[in-house]
T-cell receptor
Framework: DGGITQSPKYLFRKEGQNVTLSCEQNLNHDAMYWYRQDPGQGLRLIYYSQIVNDFQKGDIAEGYSVSREKKESFPLTVTSAQKNPTAFYLC?????????????FGPGTRLTVL | AQRVTQPEKLLSVFKGAPVELKCNYSYSGSPELFWYVQYSRQRLQLLLRHISRESIKGFTADLNKGETSFHLKKPFAQEEDSAMYYCALNSGYSTLTFGKGTMLLVSP
């Protein structure tokens, strides 16, 4: 079930600590995305990147940061500024061909702040 | 601003019954709409998109611009259809705005 991998599957963090979630894809996709999934809230876009070394804020970027140094990698850092970080985080990727392109999702990382 | 509304958090039906998962949207331009599905212990995946006008696993969805709706329908539900269903709208640059999701439970 390769394509997009996320690690770790479960992550625990103490309050006040930054933590980085990994997302890697071998689909040769230019675009990558980070979503947060909360019960009853659906998926909300945190950050996205259409090309290496460039990224844009999504709807709920506050308290998060990303980097895109390599095409295949798009790590997400949850900083101590994020007020409610406990959630399920999903990474996705797609091509950037003309028109809409299907997003392929990773298995997710569940982050719990203790 | 774009918005996707799925009014039902949970829809419970018996096997063989018809299913309709509701989705309404708000968007100023020409919308591109999708249904994504997440089966238990599986990844979120695309079920269908309105442009293709195809039937996937017996599901269909018609875009109704007058009612700003994109309801997902299946005439006879199966137990394996039990999953979380998300309606989504293309927000530009291939980003998606998702609804809050509807859990479909199909009982034997």
């Amino acid at each position: 079930d390769g394509g997009i991998t996320q690690s770790p599957k479960y992550l625990f963090r103490k309050e006040g600590q930054n933590v980085t979630l990994s997302c890697e894809q071998n689909l040769n996709h230019d675009a990558m995305y980070w979503y947060r999934q909360d019960p009853g809230q659906g998926l909300r876009l945190i950050y996205y990147s259409q090309i290496v070394n460039d990224f844009q804020k999504g709807d709920i970027a506050e308290g998060y940061s990303v980097s895109r140094e390599k095409k295949e990698s798009f790590p997400l850092t949850v900083t101590s500024a994020q007020k409610n970080p406990t959630a399920f985080y999903l990474c996705a990727s797609s091509t950037t061909d003309a028109g809409y392109n299907e997003q392929f999702f990773g298995p997710g990382t569940r982050l719990t702040v203790l | 601003a774009q918005r996707v509304t799925q009014p039902e958090k949970l829809l419970s039906v018996f096997k063989g019954a018809p299913v309709e998962l509701k989705c309404n949207y708000s968007y100023s331009g020409s919308p591109e709409l999708f249904w994504y599905v997440q089966y238990s212990r599986q990844r979120l995946q695309l079920l269908l998109r309105h442009i293709s006008r195809e039937s996937i696993k017996g599901f269909t969805a018609d875009l109704n611009k007058g009612e700003t709706s994109f309801h997902l329908k299946k005439p006879f539900a199966q137990e394996e259809d039990s999953a979380m269903y998300y309606c989504a709208l293309n927000s530009g640059y291939s980003t998606l705005t998702f609804g809050k999701g509807t859990m479909l439970l199909v009982s034997p």
